[in-house]
């Protein structure tokens, strides 16, 4: 009888190897008909799996960089702009650098807001300390953009 147990059990044993590796055949989309052929299949599918995973983290990482990146927006107002800013991560010193840009571009600010906690905000009022009008809203936002990216 223990002889009869081991032969059932065998056969349960390769029973349920049979309908595993028929699922397995059907997730990898196999047209393999022996085992050995399934299981190389399988590795394959798994290999292009992994790639595409691959893929995909450098595709989410390209996104929140791009989301990461400033966002910078001017508006040309009758004596000058209102410059909106906007950073994810705030970092010491943008403050300044930007400002900086302000002024060697020839603006005054006139007027500002700024946020320095976790991310970074600042909306100002600049007016051009001249009487040149030879600075125009994309100049202003070229600016800052390139002070934000000196920044440390």
Request: charged share 25%; glycine share 6%; proline share 2%.
């Amino acid at each position: 009888m223990g002889r009869d147990k081991a032969m059932v059990s065998r056969e349960q044993k390769r029973a349920i190897l049979h309908e595993k590796l028929q699922v397995l055949r059907s997730v990898t989309h196999s047209r393999a008909g022996n085992n050995m052929s399934i299981i190389a299949d399988a590795s394959t599918y798994i290999k292009d799996l992994r790639q595409k995973i691959a893929r995909l983290n450098q595709e989410i990482a390209s996104a929140e960089d791009a989301d990461n990146s400033p966002l910078v927006s001017v508006e040309a107002l009758e004596t000058g702009f209102l410059i909106n800013v906007f950073v994810d991560n705030s970092s010491p010193g943008l403050l300044a650098s930007i400002l900086e840009a302000f002024d060697h571009l020839g603006l005054t600010v006139l007027e500002a807001r700024a946020s320095c906690s976790g991310s970074f905000r600042l909306e100002a009022v600049g007016g051009e300390a001249g009487d040149e009008g030879l600075i125009n809203a994309y100049a202003v936002e070229q600016a800052v953009v390139q002070a934000i990216r000196n920044c440390p």
